[in-house]
């Protein structure tokens, strides 16, 4: 049996930094001047700085932990935590593509094994609501979309929490097709504006009971196809350049480990630890987005 300290140290690691970060420490402050999240720059313009290149590679690895291991929930902490750093539009333009690169790693282990019905259900709504979507992202100023960003990432966190104290009595839901229709027009929406687009999804499936392997599946192929579609959204918008593509590219390793971390967690790691850990992390990120200045 492969040692324990491979994987899952490092996945507790990073969490740990990352927990860190947004409450404004820096593991290598110290004799050192550091970046802090109110006075970062936009990295379009030079070089990236060691604070950059750190958060940006953590986030890589958690979209690749979270993609391949926990069906993409982890991975809501990685957009606010990179609009804390970045401008927001720049923020979900670099998350674009390292959501894309975190797909191509998992899909392929959840090849098969989704719900095809659930799956086109959701998917085809999904594409008005990313037009919508891409329409407010259009006439959106940069303060109000951070702001958008921290709401929605709080709204998602006081939802999961009450999908936990729901329970059975949310798998006792009778859902019809046309709430799937909903769920997938909301999840275009929301995961346009500011890549949190798992709750609807969430809300639908689990009344549905499916196989723990199934509900990930669908939830992963999914999200691969809706990411796929935003992208000539936010190329039309100006998200997405040559240079985002490029820093990504350099980012691939993170996320191949995180993804690797993931599928090897995924039966050795409670959810619900990982769920407490991120909705912490996300509730004090969401929280300092919206209250920032």
Not at 60 to 79: D, H, M, N, R
Not at 165 to 182: S, Y
């Amino acid at each position: 049996m492969a040692p324990k300290c491979i994987f899952v140290k490092p996945a507790y690691y990073t969490l740990a930094v990352a927990a860190l970060h947004q409450l404004g420490w820096s593991p290598w402050h110290a004799g050192r001047q550091v970046l802090r999240p109110s006075s970062a720059k936009t990295i379009g313009g030079g070089d990236l700085l060691l604070s950059h290149i750190v958060v940006l590679s953590l986030a890589g690895f958690i979209i690749g932990l979270s993609k391949a291991g926990f069906g993409g929930f982890a991975g809501i902490v990685v957009g606010p935590m990179l609009a804390l750093w970045l401008p927001p539009r720049e923020a979900l333009g670099l998350m674009l593509p390292l959501l894309i690169a975190g797909d191509l790693f998992s899909v392929p282990y959840y090849w098969g094994k989704w719900d095809s019905r659930n799956l086109l259900l959701l998917a085809i709504p999904s594409l008005i609501g990313i037009a919508v979507g891409g329409r407010i992202l259009a006439g959106i100023p940069d303060e109000l979309l951070k702001r958008l960003i921290g709401g929605i990432a709080l709204v998602f966190s006081i939802g999961q929490l009450a999908r936990e104290r729901l329970g059975d009595r949310a798998a006792a839901w009778h859902l019809k097709p046309i709430h799937g229709v909903i769920a997938g027009f909301a999840t275009g929406i929301f995961s346009t504006m500011a890549h949190l687009g798992g709750l609807p999804v969430v809300f639908y499936l689990l009344p549905q009971r499916l196989p723990a392997i199934t509900f990930v599946a669908t939830s992963v192929w999914l999200f691969f196809f809706v990411n796929l579609a935003k992208v000539p959204v936010y190329v039309r918008n100006g998200l997405i350049t040559m240079h985002e593509v490029t820093t990504v590219a350099r980012l691939l390793p993170a996320t191949a480990i995180g993804a690797l971390s993931g599928v090897w967690l995924r039966k050795r790691v409670s959810d619900r630890v990982v769920n407490v850990v991120v909705l912490v992390l996300t509730v004090i990120t969401a929280i300092k987005l919206v209250v920032a200045p």
